[in-house]
T-cell receptor, first 114, second 120 residues
Framework: DTGVSQDPRHKITKRGQNVTFRCDPI?????LYWYRQTLGQGPEFLTYFQNEAQLEKSRLLSDRFSAERPKGSFSTLEIQRTEQGDSAMYLC????????????FGPGTRLTVT | AQKITQTQPGMFVQEKEAVTLDCTYD???????LFWYKQPSSGEMIFLIY??????QNATEGRYSLNFQKARKSANLVISASQLGDSAMYFCAMREYSNAGGTSYGKLTFGQGTILTVHP
C-alpha cells in the first residue's frame, strides 16, 4: 500500500496557460475524488469518479476544468486558460467501495498562477 | 448555511496537556459520518478518527478521541498528552451520502480548520 501520489507537487504557470495534474490512487481503490483548497480554507469537493466514470461534478468545476480517469486507475485534472483565482492546492483522494468510509489523501499539487 | 463549523481559528496547548478542538455540524440526513483530519505544513491530509452517526460509543484512536454529542450536533476532537508534533491545522469534515450513477457514495464537506500550536 504505497498511498496516493500526485504529480507535480508544485506548479507555477502564467495566466492563460493550460496545466494538467496527475493523481495515482491506492491500487485497489476504485473511488477517486478531487478537492480544491485555497489558502486558509478547508478543501472543497470538485469531482468524483467510480472506476472510469465521472459521476458527479461540483458547480465549482467551471468549463475550463476537465477531469478524466480513462482506465479506472490514475486520474488527470486539466485547467485550461488558467486565471489567478485558480491558484490553490489541488488534492486527490481515493477510497474503497465496500467498507471504505475513509478517504486517503495525496500530498496535493500547489498551483500558483502569475 | 455552513454545514461544518469550527469556531476556534487557533488553539494553544502546553506539551503533555490535553486539548479539545470544537466542531459542530448541520445535516438533516439520518446517516452521515464525521471525520477529523490533520494537515501539517507539508500539506498532506492525514486521517485521524471517524464517527458514524449510528455508532453508540465515541470513537477512539490512540491519543485521539471524538466526543460525539448527536443531539447537540457536535463532534469535538480531544487530543490527550499533546506532543510538539501535533502542531498543525486540524479539519473536521462530514460525509453525507449522495446518489450518482446508481450508487451511493460520500463526499466530504470540511470546516474552516483550527490551527493547533503545542508549546514545550
Amino acid at each position: 500500500d504505497t498511498g496516493v501520489s500526485q504529480d507535480p507537487r508544485h506548479k507555477i504557470t502564467k495566466r492563460g496557460q493550460n496545466v494538467t495534474f496527475r493523481c495515482d490512487p491506492i491500487s485497489e481503490h476504485n473511488r477517486l475524488y478531487w478537492y480544491r483548497q485555497t489558502l486558509g480554507q478547508g478543501p472543497e469537493f470538485l469531482t468524483y469518479f467510480q472506476n472510469e466514470a465521472q459521476l458527479e461534478k461540483s458547480r465549482l468545476l467551471s468549463d475550463r476544468f476537465s477531469a478524466e480517469r480513462p482506465k479506472g486507475s490514475f486520474s488527470t485534472l486539466e485547467i485550461q486558460r488558467t486565471e489567478q483565482g485558480d491558484s490553490a492546492m489541488y488534492l486527490c483522494a481515493s477510497s474503497r467501495t465496500l467498507g471504505g468510509y475513509e478517504q486517503y489523501f495525496g500530498p496535493g499539487t500547489r498551483l500558483t498562477v502569475t | 448555511a455552513q454545514k461544518i463549523t469550527q469556531t476556534q481559528p487557533g488553539m494553544f496547548v502546553q506539551e503533555k496537556e490535553a486539548v479539545t478542538l470544537d466542531c459542530t455540524y448541520d445535516t438533516s440526513d439520518p446517516s452521515y459520518g464525521l471525520f477529523w483530519y490533520k494537515q501539517p505544513s507539508s500539506g498532506e491530509m492525514i486521517f485521524l478518527i471517524y464517527q458514524g452517526s449510528y455508532d453508540q460509543q465515541n470513537a477512539t484512536e490512540g491519543r485521539y478521541s471524538l466526543n460525539f454529542q448527536k443531539a447537540r450536533k457536535s463532534a469535538n476532537l480531544v487530543i490527550s498528552a499533546s506532543q510538539l508534533g501535533d502542531s498543525a491545522m486540524y479539519f473536521c469534515a462530514m460525509r453525507e451520502y449522495s446518489n450518482a450513477g446508481g450508487t451511493s457514495y460520500g463526499k466530504l464537506t470540511f470546516g474552516q480548520g483550527t490551527i493547533l500550536t503545542v508549546h514545550p
